[in-house]
């Protein structure tokens, strides 16, 4: 999923304050902007998102920016 998929499907599935999809949204375009391979931006998304909102593992895999 690209960023703006991804953030789709935040609001459509988690119930999260306007704050919350603020600092996704900036953790996402953050790591976007690394220009890292998707085993590096992987590891950078489940380092700032695991435990935050109650992605799983296979959620966080999905994302591909």
Do not use: H, P
Request: proline share 0%; with cysteine; charged share 35%.
């Amino acid at each position: 999923m690209d960023r703006k998929k991804f953030m789709e499907y935040i609001e459509e599935n988690f119930d999260i304050s306007g704050e919350a999809k603020r600092l996704i949204k900036n953790i996402l375009y953050y790591v976007e902007l690394q220009g890292v391979d998707e085993d590096e931006q992987y590891m950078m998304l489940s380092c700032m998102l695991d435990g935050t909102i109650g992605l799983s593992d296979n959620e966080i895999k999905k994302i591909c920016l």
